[in-house]
């Protein structure tokens, strides 16, 4: 069965520090998402991209975010200088609604763990 | 998005049915009702989705009131590895990527 999968795992870093998180949606999917998670709180959507391009984002992607689909395969979100408070789980997720509104199953990934010292 | 209300937790034995509530009584007419789940820290994951009418899957079944106020999921025999945080979502589809706005659910346990 096809699934989402998001590298890595676990990233560590210092604050300040850029990191990158990676992810491989769905082939045939066509939107997708990051939401985050800090530890014990709610999942928290990020951003949503079609088409090479952002289609919506929260308050808390600010400058310091940024989202990238390099290839035709991979799908990464930036944060350019960490903070403490970046600690999290980051979920990529992806969905196909090339065949209409009535499904918006989004398909996540296992996450990556952000760990920022 | 309508704001969504759920108990925050819940108990069931292995093998009865769980029935998880979810009151929702701002949506509107485009809104659809979608329920994921939580299982301990991984990615949430799509159990159902409904619009007007009772739908059902291999997963579970989903009962909404006729004036949709409210829904109910419905998991047939639980075993504990449905043990999990179960999210009531509301959601409208925009014409492109729509985002799912998570509460804080309600926790499930199964027990023996």
């Known amino acids: 069965e096809p699934e989402v999968t998001q590298t890595p795992s676990h990233q560590v870093t210092q604050m300040g520090q850029e990191v990158i998180l990676r992810c491989v949606p769905i082939?045939?999917?066509?939107?997708f998402y990051w939401y985050r998670q800090i530890l014990g709180q709610k999942v928290e959507f990020l951003v949503s991209f079609y088409n090479n391009e952002i289609s919506e984002k929260s308050e808390i992607f600010d400058d310091q975010f940024s989202v990238e689909r390099p290839d035709g395969s991979n799908f990464t979100l930036k944060i350019r200088s960490t903070k403490l408070e970046d600690s999290a789980m980051y979920f990529c997720a992806s969905s196909d609604l090339s065949w209409g509104p009535t499904n918006n199953e989004q398909f996540f990934g296992p996450g990556t763990r952000l760990t920022v010292l | 998005d309508a704001k969504t209300t759920q108990p925050t937790s819940m108990d069931c034995a292995e093998g009865r049915a769980a029935n998880l509530p979810c009151n929702h009584s701002?949506?509107?007419?485009?809104?659809?009702v979608y329920w994921y789940r939580q299982i301990h820290s991984q990615g949430p994951q799509y159990i159902i989705h409904g619009l007007k009418n009772n739908e059902t899957n291999e997963m579970a079944s989903l009962i909404i009131t006729e004036d949709r106020k409210s829904s109910t999921l419905i998991l047939p025999h639980a075993t504990l590895r449905d043990t999990a945080v179960y999210y009531c979502?509301?959601?409208?589809?925009?014409?492109?990527?729509?985002?799912?706005?998570f509460g804080t659910g309600t926790r499930l346990q199964v027990t023996l």
């Open positions: 979502i509301v959601s409208v589809w925009a014409g492109t990527a729509s985002k799912l706005t």
């Open positions: 701002t949506i509107s007419g485009n809104e659809y």
């Open positions: 082939s045939n999917h066509l939107y």
